[in-house]
Nanobody
């Protein structure tokens, strides 16, 4: 069974950094797409970043570009989201997601993902 488990969330001051981790099991990374989404209270779920397993290409939302970085460690079956220069507006529950078999670039559309983690809260204080 495919399983995704997020970790690394917590409370951080504005301007600080957090690295989220998502341990993924049950499929081959090179055929997958891996994404990070977030949802703040009263907001729709937002695509933050994704990475395509076959070629390593990435996508970043404009709101996080140049501040967040998505990477994978295939040996550890883990995807990371490094978040720098955090803002209060980044406060949300962050979810990792996986599309097991991806033949094109990773999707920014949540329903296309097959599996989801339970989420981890990131709270940025002023």
């Amino acid at each position: 069974e495919v399983q995704l488990v997020e970790s690394g969330g917590g409370l951080v001051q504005a301007g600080g950094s957090v690295r989220l981790s998502c341990a993924v099991s049950g499929f081959t990374f090179e055929w997958a797409a891996l994404g990070w989404f977030r949802q703040a209270p009263g907001k729709e779920r937002e695509a933050i970043s994704c990475i395509t397993g076959s070629d390593g290409s990435t996508y970043y939302a404009d709101s996080v570009k140049d501040r967040f970085t998505i990477t994978t460690d295939n040996a550890k079956n883990t995807v990371y989201l490094q978040m720098n220069s955090l803002k209060v507006e980044d406060t949300a529950v962050y979810y990792c997601a996986a599309e097991e078999f991806t033949v094109v670039q990773c999707s920014r559309y949540a329903p296309e993902y097959d599996y989801w983690g339970q989420g981890t809260q990131v709270t940025v204080s002023s």
